[in-house]
């Protein structure tokens, strides 16, 4: 299964209905251990491993899961405040174990969690935070020893940097805390607000999520509740861009276009017909080729790291000479060389890509480096001259729900090796 064959020269055409946000989903189920009462979740998209994983660490702390088309959780068991070594690795989203842990049980011990090799993915910021609110960490071997006396301590913490994970592991923690903590600088993610929604569903007191200061008064216990996840902001950006790069027209049912407006700006300065309603959004690029773009990567609401990929293949096929600046992640163009093994011609310069627009790409044996890269690299293939073998396809279905079946119904020719 790690391997695609992919016939190129494809128009990728119709519908395609979005999943729930990966990037929102993780944190909220992590979130439950803040509670013992009963909690449903809609919209999971349930058959991404790195979901699949979370729910094998929240189940080995002694919650309860089961799934019939909405996740029931149950996390009034949890009697383990250790997490095993081989899941925490896995993934970066279980770091997001350690904040709930501690403020409902005053203790935690997780190891420094895994992710996508995009940079060296520090935690420093979350351990500050909790430190901050009271908490004692030892760091011994990789393995974050956490304990509070009592409850932890509502109080303002301005963020060095701003990052969606310790804002998600500083707020979590705050819930629970005695007093008020503000959160300056904070990050202002769709994910964030959907978070913080979910916790307030279930008796939290936050206020000011999506802004750069979020507010949280602390409660003596949390309740249950329902919460349906946001749709999947990156998902539906890698689709629109599938239809821009080979020349197509596509609906994507099931989204919320408020959460994508850099994405769509940029879209259309490419050229492409953009049209938008409640939760749809259509792009029309037919027998048109996209225009090259110059984009800088930020902090939402600027233009997410999370699509540069995606819009360095369009860069690659596009009228004119576009470029790419990351200032997010420290290593997240490793995937370029793949590209040019296809044709491309793009050269790095510190963290900006200079990418000289190709009519075609070519087919080759090319290999997947991360999440974002790998759907990337499998778009390259439904465009490009003749079949391309896209290889180490495992980091795909960590964010991405059938991927190949969902671009095959769209007029690509995806197979799996
Ligand atoms: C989340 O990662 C997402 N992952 C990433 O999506 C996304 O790219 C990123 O936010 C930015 O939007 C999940 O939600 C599981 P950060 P996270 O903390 O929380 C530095 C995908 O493809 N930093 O906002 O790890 C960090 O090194 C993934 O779905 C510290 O220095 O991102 C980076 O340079 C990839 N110290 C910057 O901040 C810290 O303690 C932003 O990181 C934490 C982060």
Redesign the pocket.
Known sequence: MNKLCIEGNKNLNGSVTISGS??AA??ILFMTILTEEKIKIKNVPINLTDINIALQLLVYLGVKVTYKKVLYIDPSAINIFYAPYYLIKKI??SIWILAPLLARFGKAKIFFPG??K?????????LKGLIKLGATINLHNNCINASVKGRLQGKYILME??????TITIMSAATLARGITVIDNA?C?P?IIDIANFLNTIGANIVGAGSKKIYIKGVLKLTGGTHQVIPDR?ETGTFLVAAAVSRGHIICHKTEPKHLKSVLIQLTQAGAKIKTGKDWITLDMRNKRPKALNICTS?YPGF???MQAQFALLNSISQGIGTITET???NRFIYISELINMGAKIKLKNNTIICYGMPKLSSSNVFCSD??ASATLILAGCIAFGVTTVNKTYHLIR?YESFPEKLNKLGADIKTM
Do not use: M, Q, Y
């Open positions: 990966k990037n993780l944190p970066r989203a992710g996508c995009i940079g060296n993915r520090p935690i420093d910021l979350h940097k701003i990052s969606v994970g310790a990050a993610e994910e990156i902090p997410p790291t999370d997010v992640f420290e999440l974002r964010g």
